[in-house]
């Protein structure tokens, strides 16, 4: 289904690259004895024990389609999430992450694939980069050479331990906060610096997929108590949520048509397509007549639709976590 989509449909890049975020989420699991054996529970709040297996995908953010995503025990990293997904990447891909993933060995790992990357990397996370922080130059051209440690899980991993030629960035936020980003895209002639701000912030889009995931479709509500079952259910909302955005992408160009001279772009509603995939996907893979079925279920789609306000921002709260959101409502 991606190779298709990506084969047929006119995909969004930018500067000639898909820009394709990687993220992990905590997902938390039914108790049971043959679950709590797989993925393994931990003490969470107040003394609690629960199962939280972690999450973690390769994102299109500008096609907003989920290339690859796996389940897994909890003890797993997000790192090594990664290398089990890097085979999912191509050279003309773009990885944005975020600060958990920088290490030596991954992005050595990633340069030998041919994948460019840009990643936010903490202040205080190698020597160089917290000179660099204190410094005020805005970019630099760094050599990173591994550490002892890093050199000796290159070596298990058949990964060369040459030093890396890498760029940081030093970002200026509206807020006032700085933030530095670790790149491979060297050239500043074709890569300004003034292009990193809004390039980190297309990463956006897989912060609000886990958002989509864990509220509209329920991901953490499973419909079995055993291992098969959380797979199970996991890739099928996955596959679920990847077909309706195609469909939706496939009939944008009728919606900009009929929103041609409205002041603002529109675009299909994603909870609304959501919903009517929910309740006909069964029957597209199911009934003799599933072509009369897909023909109603775009129509449908295509008359749900909502403007697209650019530029709209707000204060990221720092509020106690919560688990659902009255704001956004399941799917139903």
């Not at 609000?208 to 055993?226: A, Q, V």
Request: hydrophobic share 40%.
């Amino acid at each position: 289904m991606i190779f298709y989509f990506y084969q047929n449909y006119r995909t969004k890049t930018w500067n000639g690259f898909h820009l394709i975020a990687v993220d992990g989420s905590k997902i938390f699991l039914p108790k049971n004895e043959e679950i709590t054996q797989h993925f393994g529970d931990i003490i969470y709040k107040y003394g609690e024990s629960v199962i939280i297996a972690n999450a973690s995908q390769i994102f299109d953010c500008l096609n907003e389609i989920t290339i690859d995503a796996i389940i897994s025990p909890g003890k797993v990293g997000e790192r090594e999430l990664l290398e089990m997904q890097i085979h999912c990447l191509n050279k003309d891909d773009l990885l944005l992450m975020d600060r958990g993933y920088p290490a030596f060995w991954l992005f050595a790992l990633l340069i030998k694939k041919g994948v460019n990357f840009c990643a936010r990397i903490g202040m205080n996370s190698w020597k160089i980069v917290r000179e660099f922080s204190n410094s005020n130059e805005f970019e630099r051209i760094i050599t990173v050479n591994p550490s002892f440690k890093s050199k000796q899980h290159c070596k298990n991993q058949g990964i060369s331990v040459e030093a890396l030629t890498l760029r940081l960035v030093k970002i200026e936020l509206s807020s006032g906060h700085t933030e530095i980003l670790v790149t491979t895209l060297i050239d500043d002639k074709i890569y300004d610096h003034n292009i990193f701000e809004d390039l980190y912030h297309l990463r956006w889009p897989v912060e609000e997929d886990y958002k989509i995931m864990k509220l509209r479709i329920e991901i953490e509500n499973f419909s079995g108590k055993s291992v098969e079952s959380i797979y199970q259910d996991f890739h099928a909302k996955v596959f679920t949520k990847n077909l309706t955005t195609i469909l939706k992408t496939g009939m944008q160009d009728q919606v900009n048509e009929k929103c041609k001279k409205r002041k603002y772009q529109y675009k299909i509603n994603s909870t609304n397509a959501l919903c009517k995939m929910k309740n006909n996907i069964v029957l597209l893979f199911t009934k003799k007549n599933y072509l009369n079925i897909l023909s109603q279920l775009l129509k449908l789609l295509a008359s749900e639709i909502e403007a697209v306000r650019k530029n709209r921002k707000c204060v990221r709260r720092k509020n106690p976590p919560k688990r659902f959101f009255p704001q956004y409502k399941p799917i139903t």
